[in-house]
């Protein structure tokens, strides 16, 4: 099992930035891909972006590409997202996620996910 705790989120202005993190405990060598989802209430879940444990490659939708990057510290077992040029569009539930043997953008396909952080972007 791996347990996946989000951090960071919080109450930022338009225009602001904004970093969460995302620490991964548990079978962390089982980890293929972690990810950032979103989610608005009432909304379907949003892929952000994905990384690759091993490698570090990187994928994000046109959405946020540019605005925000993902990384990771393999080290410390913590992957993070750091949201620049906030948007209130971006306001939403941040969830991260991993899995064991895919990197992609369905959100089905992710095996274990952390409790979810609000990132609110005031206009």
């Known amino acids: 099992q791996v347990q996946l705790v989000e951090s960071g989120g919080g109450l930022v202005q338009a225009g602001g930035s904004l970093r969460v993190s995302c620490a991964a405990s548990?079978?962390?060598?089982?980890?293929?891909?972690m990810a950032w989802f979103r989610q608005v209430p009432g909304k379907e879940r949003e892929f952000v972006a994905v990384i690759t444990w091993s490698e570090g490659n990187t994928y994000v939708p046109d959405s946020v590409k540019g605005r925000f990057t993902i990384s990771r510290d393999n080290a410390k077992n913590t992957m993070y997202l750091q949201m620049n040029s906030l948007k209130p569009e971006d306001t939403a539930v941040y969830y991260c996620?991993?899995?064991?043997?895919?990197?992609?953008?369905?959100?089905?396909?992710?095996?274990?996910w952390g409790q979810g952080t609000q990132v609110t972007v005031s206009s």
């Open positions: 548990g079978r962390t060598f089982s980890i293929n891909a």
């Open positions: 996620a991993a899995s064991k043997d895919y990197s992609g953008m369905r959100d089905y396909r992710y095996d274990y």
